[in-house]
């Protein structure tokens, strides 16, 4: 719903802006700086593979010796994966690594820090390896972005869609001055349901639907070229995930100096 953009809006106060970007369109609230739209992020959860300490699970490359670890936007994508990985380790005779192994929320904007740049992590025995993380989509995210963008830029690894309407949608600045800020969405069918509640018993024609990567968008920012005041709208079904999680309280938070190795490519 629109309510989840409005309430992310009201993280960060536009006032706070410290590297303000070029003046956006008459009638639109200027764009956020970096350190403002990572502000806003902080509220859209996502997902780690992690141990019982919260080291996440990452695999280690056996040529490069390089480990990579992923976040997952869906809770269902990392329990998939987390599942996937249980059998095959079952049938390996390796089942033990993966017994600790569950699943913990992370604020996005973390994610997205820790995706800009290579680090270095300790993992079994005390070993030192550096690593690089991934932010992974639904597949249902990806598929909808593909038939938006076919230029086949969002099947690279790490890509992140955010769907938009250019009108229609728009949220108020969350200090009620400077104008309007644009939704994002993490999938299309929460586009597409906010614009039903919207225009309910009216003849209004969704607009074309738009796709942007997250990642573009950030180092648009951190340019100055962005002129989109974007709001983030997560999805329902990840923040009711992320709830459940930090309700049961026996989760770990994830580490970001620690890993648990697993066998990748040789």
Do not use: H
Not at 121 to 138: A, L
Not at 173 to 189: A, C
Not at 193 to 212: C, E, H, M
């Amino acid at each position: 719903m629109l309510q989840r953009a409005v309430a992310a809006a009201s993280v960060v106060p536009l006032a706070a802006v410290s590297n303000p970007a070029p003046s956006a369109a008459a009638g639109n609230a200027p764009p956020p700086s970096a350190s403002d739209l990572l502000q806003r992020l902080r509220r859209v959860p996502c997902f780690a593979i992690v141990d019982k300490d919260g080291a996440p699970y990452m695999i280690v490359d056996k040529k490069t010796r390089g480990a990579t670890g992923y976040f997952f936007l869906t809770f269902n994508g990392a329990q998939t994966v987390l599942s996937d990985a249980k059998k095959a380790a079952e049938g390996g005779g390796y089942s033990n690594v993966w017994e600790a192994a569950s699943i913990t929320s992370v604020p996005l904007d973390v994610a997205l820090r820790l995706s800009l740049r290579k680090m270095e992590r300790s993992g079994q025995n005390d070993v030192k390896v550096e690593s690089i993380v991934d932010i992974i989509p639904g597949m249902d995210e990806t598929e909808d972005s593909l038939k938006i963008d076919p230029s086949g830029k969002f099947n690279e690894q790490g890509r992140v869609p955010l769907f938009y309407v250019e009108e229609g949608l728009e949220v108020p600045s969350d200090n009620g001055v400077g104008g309007n800020m644009l939704p994002v969405y993490f999938n299309r069918k929460d586009l597409e349901s906010d614009w039903n509640a919207v225009y309910a018993g009216k003849d209004t024609p969704l607009p074309r639907v738009k796709v942007i990567d997250l990642l573009d968008l950030f180092q648009a920012t951190l340019r100055g070229s962005n002129e989109k005041n974007v709001v983030f709208s997560p999805s329902p079904e990840a923040l009711k995930a992320a709830a459940e999680i930090q309700s049961k309280k026996i989760t770990p938070a994830y580490k970001n100096d620690k890993m648990v190795m697993v066998g990748g490519k040789s």
